[in-house]
């Protein structure tokens, strides 16, 4: 009689890839429009589906270069969208600021997720003409604001660490 075993790799998270990424700058100020793609790791998905909603946060700071001190911060910019799964009607709600949209599937509920278009981050004022500034950008899923048990459960676990960053001059 043989023995068959099969190894099982630990499922890790897959990366957040920006598929577009568009400073934008005109006599209004600084917008930010950008596509992420990724898929939730089988975990989230899991937890999702019994109750436990999902942050994801985008963050952005626009700096001015100085040579003769810190960089000057000139604006910041947080956006939070909620993800829940609600089991009685089945749906999935997406909530950011004081809006929610309810989807029939994740697919669309995590499309709604992936991209900003005209995200403004600074007024014309606060950009200077000099061409000295550079942006610092993160959209990460947020376990800090999970349950408490959980953030306990999930510390060190790859599935739960999805992030991107990105550093862009203009």
Do not use: C
């Not at 068959?4 to 499922?11: E, I, K, S």
């Not at 089988?42 to 003769?68: I, Q, T």
Request: overall charge neutral; glycine content about 6%.
């Amino acid at each position: 009689m043989a023995l068959l075993v099969t190894l099982h790799a630990p499922l890790r998270a897959e990366p957040i890839e920006l598929e577009s990424f568009d400073l934008v700058r005109s006599e209004d100020g600084l917008t930010l429009g950008f596509s992420a793609q990724f898929e939730l790791p089988r975990s989230v998905e899991d937890a999702l589906l019994k109750g436990v909603p999902v942050y994801f946060v985008a963050e952005a700071e626009v700096y001015r270069d100085r040579w003769y001190w810190r960089d000057k911060l000139v604006s910041s910019a947080t956006r939070t969208w909620r993800l829940a799964y609600q089991p009685l009607t089945r749906k999935y709600r997406v909530t950011f600021g004081g809006l929610h949209q309810s989807y029939d599937n994740l697919f669309d509920a995590l499309a709604s997720l992936r991209r900003v278009v005209s995200w403004r981050l600074a007024d014309a004022g606060q950009i200077e003409d000099d061409g000295h500034h550079y942006i610092e950008f993160s959209y990460r899923l947020d376990t800090s604001q999970l349950p408490r048990p959980m953030q306990i459960g999930i510390g060190g676990q790859a599935d739960w660490t999805l992030r991107v960053e990105r550093f862009k001059r203009f």
